[in-house]
């Protein structure tokens, strides 16, 4: 939530310099509060685990948050309890057609990294989410596969396989410490990583529009902008809980895949023992930064969105 504080105290540009939300007495007279609206685009075969781990850390702001839940008519997952997604889902056509906009939305990622975009079965309905949010969703927070299909489709930037899968615990350096998504961060920070591929680094670089604002040499970007914040992509998971990378090691192995231990993950690289988690706080800041960010900047009236 921002501080009220007089425009003139010395602290106000100081504060606002470093992406503090502030505002000043009038405009807080004058502010209009509404929940904020937020859909999520669940592509992850672990439906339930995560809504949960998504509800968790947007339930953890005091601001009031509307979930919509978005299902892929053209893709039909196998994993869902039975009746779940007809329940608590409505498909991503129906947002389209009936021109429903949000303040935020989250598109996560899936299991198909090895495959093309174009031969994902519900690539081309997906496709039609991402040009919607352009002018009907205010920030757009694109996870893992998500980033790497959104950064394609609205930038071209291509994928590539990885020697090996990235997977783990890594710690993550900020090229900007003042940008509203990282207010709190501590220079260097943890986050979960898993995936086979990754995005064209220097394609990213090349792209004008687009800001690298997290990476480290072991596992390329981390975090890209553009548009200041209404298009984020996160490639790893800061969403995950203490157990998620537990039950993906254990999943592969059990199908024979060849899988190595997680980086830094179980103490002593013993995977008998618990892992300490070490990504929490930056997971829970991150999404808190998220929904202040759009809260602060997104229109109280959603037709008033702009391009």
């Not at 779940?84 to 906009?101: G, Q």
């Not at 990213?204 to 914040?229: K, M, N, Y």
């Not at 300490?276 to 997104?298: C, I, K, M, P, S």
Request: charged share 25%; glycine share 6%.
């Amino acid at each position: 939530m921002p501080i009220k504080i007089p425009r003139e105290l010395p602290a106000f540009d100081a504060l606002s310099s470093e992406r503090v939300f502030v505002i000043t007495d009038d405009r807080a007279e004058h502010q209009d509060i509404r929940p904020l609206k937020v859909g999520i685009v669940n592509l992850m075969p672990t439906t339930v685990v995560t809504e949960i781990q998504l509800l968790r850390l947007l339930g953890n702001s005091p601001l009031q948050v509307d979930i919509t839940f978005l299902k892929m008519n053209s893709h039909s997952s196998k994993n869902a309890p039975p009746g779940h997604l007809e329940k608590f889902y409505i498909s991503a056509e129906e947002i389209v057609s009936l021109k429903v906009r949000f303040d935020g939305l989250i598109i996560t990622g899936a299991p198909v990294e090895t495959m093309q975009f174009e031969e994902v079965d519900y690539w081309d309905e997906l496709v039609q989410i991402i040009d919607y949010c352009d002018k009907n969703v205010f920030s757009t927070l694109h996870i893992c596969w998500g980033a790497q299909a959104g950064l394609y489709r609205r930038y071209k930037i291509p994928k590539y396989p990885l020697e090996k899968k990235l997977f783990g615990i890594f710690p993550h350096a900020i090229n900007e410490q003042h940008h509203a998504l990282f207010r709190g961060f501590d220079d260097e920070f943890l986050a979960p990583q898993s995936r086979h591929t990754a995005s064209d680094r220097g394609a990213i670089a090349a792209e004008p529009r687009l800001t690298i604002q997290s990476e480290t040499p072991d596992t390329g970007v981390f975090i890209a902008t553009a548009r200041g914040g209404r298009e984020v992509y996160v490639t790893g998971h800061l969403e995950y809980d203490p157990l998620t990378i537990d039950r993906e090691y254990r999943r592969d192995i059990e199908k024979g895949l060849p899988i190595e231990l997680p980086k830094n993950y179980y103490p002593g690289d013993d995977p008998s023992k618990a892992p300490v988690v070490r990504w929490r706080a930056h997971g829970n800041l991150f999404f808190d930064n998220w929904l202040n960010y759009v809260y602060q900047e997104t229109p109280f009236n959603l037709d008033e969105l702009a391009p």
